[in-house]
Structures are given as C-alpha cells and as structure tokens.
C-alpha cells in the first residue's frame, strides 16, 4: 500500500548542521524514513541537528523513539539536537513521556541554529 | 460486557504498520460521530496507533482487529491480536533499534485513555482495551 504519509526535508546549514523538516505523520510506518534520513546526515559528518516539527501532524512511540536514538547519536559525537515549533498535537506525546525535558525547544529555525552555533557547531 | 444493541464497528487490518494509519483514521471519523472534542479524538488516534503498533510488535502474522462500542457515554476500544502474547508489567527494551525507551506505547495509551485492561496469552494472542469518556 503506497501512502504520501510524510515527507522529509533536509538543508545542509554547515559542514556539521543540518535543518531537517519533517512533513506530515511520522509513525510505526514512517519513523524508519526519518531514521534512514537522520542516519545519513550524521553518517556525512552532520553533528547538529534541528528538526522542525511545524508541519508535523503526527508523532508515535516509533517516532519518539527514533528522535531519543538520533539524539543519542549526535550526543555521542559532541553534537546536540533542537527541536523547533512543536504544535500542540504533538507536543501531548512528548510531555507524557517527559521527553521534552531532553530536547532544547526552539521557536524558528533560526534560533535552534543559533543555539546550535553557541553549542559548537559551524556557523553558516 | 458489551449490550448488542449499542452500536458497533468493525475493522479488521492486516498485521503490518502501514495499515495503522487506516486505524487511526477510522477512529477519528468513529469519534467525531460521537461529538468527541478535537484533544479527546487525538488522544484516541494515537492510543488506537499505539496499541496496533504493540500488536504488530507481538504478533508478526495475521490481522488486527478493531472493534469501537459507542456507548452513550463513552467510547470502548478494543484492539486484538493473534501473537504470542507478552507480560505487559515486565519491563520492556528494544535491543539493537531503538534506546532505552521501549514500553512508551503503553505509557501512552494508559495517560490518554480513562480506563485500560491489558489481557495477553500466548495461545490466544493480547486485547487491550480502552475505555474515553466524554469530559463533563
């Protein structure tokens, strides 16, 4: 069965940021296409990551844990991961499971690069 | 135990994650019938979403099948599998996928829904079933 359930979008900010959108509902079916995504900026030497939930209608456990897993990563090679302008459907998920207390939040784009850069990352 | 005369409806998916949306999907139109809020009818896709997932998880073969009561005042889900079954009170980790965060999706459908019985056996599979009501 073909779906457009979610679409991906990633821009390259620096050598070791990246800005990755993520459209639509990320689930049991669709978090391994954010993971494949993620895995390959971080595998081309991508550290720090902001990924924008705007457009975000839909976040599972799968989904949860794949943005825990990807935060992991980057920790791991002294990088960090923001999250941008959580809506409110999907912010309920992240508070129950106080997940959100790991995450830095930001409102744009342009302040999760900003927090970012403060964090070590290449400015653009 | 359910009066036959409340109405109900049926639906069976295969047992693979890209049938969960048609789940949620259904839930939410189901929900809506019954004049829940918005919050109340997210809250009940992602608890329908979870327990198939849990299901898809336990259960590689065979359907799901969701079966929605619409009773005056409250909604009661009922989502079956045919798996092996699990104990929902052991501690759960998804070694070599994900961190340490296994056992979320039951975090979550017991925060969403008002009441939840977890039945599980290896020889007849797990029902979870849930219980929202309407906020007064």
Same mark, same amino acid.
């Given at each position: 069965m073909e779906t457009m359930q979610i679409e991906i979008r990633s821009r390259r900010v620096s050598p070791n940021l990246a800005v990755v959108q993520l459209i639509g509902e990320c689930d049991v079916y669709t978090a391994p296409k954010l993971r494949e995504a993620v895995d390959r900026l971080i595998d081309d030497g991508v550290t720090f990551l902001a990924i924008n939930l705007?457009?975000?209608?839909y976040l599972d456990s799968t989904a949860l844990g794949t943005l825990v897993r990807t935060l992991k990563r980057v920790r791991e090679r002294e990088g960090d991961l923001d999250l941008v302008n959580v809506p409110d459907r999907v912010r309920r998920p992240l508070e129950i499971t106080h997940l959100i207390d790991i995450f830095t939040l930001t409102d744009t784009e342009d302040e999760a690069i900003a927090d970012l850069v403060k964090k070590g990352a290449t400015e653009p | 135990m359910t009066s036959p005369d409340l109405p109900r409806i049926l639906l069976r998916i295969p047992c693979?994650? %890209?049938?969960v949306s048609v789940a949620r999907l259904t839930i939410s139109a189901v929900a809506s019938r019954m004049d829940f809020g918005i919050d109340d009818i997210d809250d009940l896709k992602l608890a329908v979403g979870e327990a198939c997932a849990n299901a898809i998880e336990h259960a590689a073969e065979g359907d799901i099948d969701i079966i929605c009561t619409m009773e005056p005042e409250q909604l009661v889900l009922s989502v079956k599998d045919c798996g092996i079954g699990f104990d929902p009170t052991a501690p759960r980790s998804q070694a070599g996928k %994900? !961190? !340490?965060?296994?056992?979320l999706g039951l975090i979550l459908i017991q925060a969403l829904m008002d009441d939840v019985q977890i039945h599980s056996d290896p020889k007849g599979g797990t029902e979870v079933r849930m219980v929202k009501r309407f906020q007064k």
């Open positions: 705007t457009k975000t209608e | 693979s994650p %890209e049938y %994900e !961190p !340490p965060v296994g056992g």
